[in-house]
């Protein structure tokens, strides 16, 4: 039994074990030795050491482009939290009939393509033919250059990751506050607490553990952040919204400078990684998880 | 009419939240009403001013024809759904497997083996695309479907859930079925599978969804028009025409959300049931 134990096991893990090793781990034990090679795919590959990353440090574009990341992130990541619980208490104060609707409707945009409803976004955000301008003129508001001015195209992002993706942090935190037990509400309501000493008393503390979990992976999902400066803004203008992620997207297959992508690829997994291990230390401080 | 809304409403505040509720609602829905009423419109026209929001006579519903004359909508429909639908079923499979290896067959290093595969969860897709381009180039794979299906078969959140829904079922079901003689794939097949068929639904449609709906993949991976999928292939095109047929390209993006919208609609259960499951994992 111990022997067909062992030979079971190799097998049912098999075809995951072979799928893993092909297309992930190779691949990210390639992407560490590219790290420090030239290469373009058409001549042999060629040992630099650690001339791709002493150009990613020296280069006087890439400041620019990790303080737009940085800026990106703390703003989506709070925007989103703010707006996705504030969403999520909305939709448990109404009738329990309604809800369901609200979840629905809230949490819509979340599953639609997002390359499909960016090519909408874009018309919408034009200049001279776009909705938002046309709704804003008739209250006598200047057309705004959404997509091609260094403060507004932040604005652009803020806004359309928001009507995108606010539905993702919207439905935890509606799932959160519906795991709070209620018998909490009722001994605070015989006591006679005002709604603000019961979120700061009870709904706050109690919904730490998913604030924390909805923080940490805006965190990881918003410093990746590809599809809005790429569809809406191509990283314009200038380098104003260029990320991380465009820009080893664009060294790698406009410029097919591979090495010095995978640095670039390397130093954002690194910088990941020790802030999510920094976050979850943190965390212990903050985050309650015992109720 | 008051009384009416006296009676639903207890208090003002509650008619106030309502309100607040249905504006956040009007502001989700308005884009997307722009979208398919602007798809009606006459392609020359599409976007004069003022803009349509709900769609005005005549229904040009001639521009959802042109998208599939004059776009190769079809094609790329086929192509997405091969991709979605091939990747999903392969995955399902090999992870339905790997579960069950990892919670009824006792073996050293089980622990070891989930970490290796969940650790998959935290890898940007930026870390392994250029090495997969790379191999993908190599091997003759890329720009055909294969490049998109393989890679797309590692979708470690299928093990977790599942992993976690097997572990529920009493492993007296596989003591009996093997006292009745029965090998370990007649208890994969016939008693385990069958038995968490909707933790099959929830993963299955989650990776669907993502698989449909990526697009930096086949940005990566495809160059020919005829393996583009449909996110790839509409952006494609909508770069090389111009603003007067906005409308049949709007009509390709309203065509092209229906399956996602549909999946939702029908499937929101298991969509919230897998959202809210990738929460436990932090």
Not at chain 1, 45 to 65: A, H, Q
Not at chain 2, 19 to 31: D, R
Request: hydrophobic share 55%; net charge positive.
């Amino acid at each position: 039994m111990k022997q067909s134990n062992k030979k079971d096991a190799l097998i049912f893990l098999g075809p995951t074990f072979l799928t893993y090793v092909l297309f992930l781990y190779i691949p990210i034990l390639f992407c560490f030795y590219l790290a420090f090679t030239k290469y373009d795919i058409i001549s042999a590959s060629e040992f630099v050491g650690l001339k791709n990353f002493t150009r990613l440090f020296t280069y006087s574009r890439t400041p620019k482009i990790y303080a737009n990341t940085l800026k990106l992130v703390v703003m989506l990541v709070t925007m989103h939290t703010v707006f996705g619980l504030f969403l999520a208490l909305l939709v448990r104060s109404l009738a329990h009939g309604t809800q369901h609707v609200f979840r629905f409707l809230y949490y819509f945009p979340c599953i639609l393509t997002t390359a499909s409803v960016a090519i909408a976004w874009r018309y919408i955000f034009n200049k001279d033919l776009g909705i938002i301008n046309y709704f804003l003129s008739q209250v006598g508001v200047d057309a705004i250059p959404w997509l091609n001015d260094p403060f507004w195209v932040y604005g652009t992002i803020a806004i359309f990751s928001l009507w995108k993706f606010a539905g993702n942090a919207f439905l935890y935190f509606y799932i959160g506050l519906g795991n709070i037990p209620i018998t909490y509400y009722e001994a605070a309501r015989i006591d006679g607490a005002n709604p603000f000493t019961v979120f700061k008393h009870i709904t706050f503390p109690l919904l730490t553990p998913t604030i924390f979990f909805v923080v940490l992976n805006l965190f990881i999902a918003s410093s990746q952040i590809f599809d809005e400066p790429f569809f809406l803004t191509g990283g314009g203008p200038g380098d104003a919204t260029r990320t991380l992620n465009l820009y080893i997207y664009e060294t790698a297959y406009r410029e097919f400078n591979f090495g010095y992508s995978s640095a670039i690829a390397i130093s954002l997994f690194v910088l990941l990684a020790v802030f999510t291990l920094i976050q979850l230390n943190v965390s212990k401080k903050w985050v309650n998880y015992d109720y | 009419m008051i009384i009416n809304i006296r009676n639903k409403f207890s208090s003002p505040k509650q008619l106030i939240t309502f309100a607040v509720a249905v504006l956040v609602g009007v502001l989700v829905l308005l884009p997307l009403m722009w979208m398919f009423a602007t798809s009606l419109r006459v392609p020359q026209e599409s976007l004069r001013l003022p803009p349509s929001l709900i769609p005005k006579l005549p229904l040009l519903w001639s521009n959802y024809g042109k998208v599939f004359t004059t776009l190769p909508f079809f094609k790329f429909f086929i192509n997405s759904f091969t991709v979605a639908f091939v990747a999903m079923c392969i995955q399902l499979f090999f992870s339905a497997m790997a579960a069950f290896a990892l919670v009824r067959i006792p073996f050293k290093g089980a622990q070891m083996v989930l970490l290796l595969i969940l650790a998959g969860m935290m890898v940007p897709a930026q870390v392994t695309i250029i090495p997969l381009f790379i191999m993908m180039s190599k091997i003759g794979l890329y720009d055909s479907l294969y490049a998109l299906i393989l890679p797309n078969m590692v979708f470690p959140l299928a093990v977790f859930l599942l992993r976690q829904f097997m572990a529920t079922i009493p492993l007296s079901y596989d003591e009996a079925a093997y006292m009745d003689g029965a090998g370990r794939f007649t208890i994969f097949f016939q008693i385990i599978l069958p038995m968490v068929r909707s933790s099959l639904a929830v993963a299955g449609i989650m990776h669907f969804l993502l698989v449909w709906n990526d697009f930096f993949r086949p940005l990566i991976f495809i160059t020919s028009q005829r393996y583009m999928t449909l996110p790839l292939g509409l952006y494609t095109l909508n770069g090389f025409m111009g603003n007067g047929s906005t409308s049949v390209i709007l009509a390709g993006v309203v065509l092209s959300i229906i399956p996602p919208a549909l999946l939702y609609a029908f499937g929101q259960k298991y969509i919230i049931e897998g959202t809210a499951a990738g929460g436990i994992k932090g």
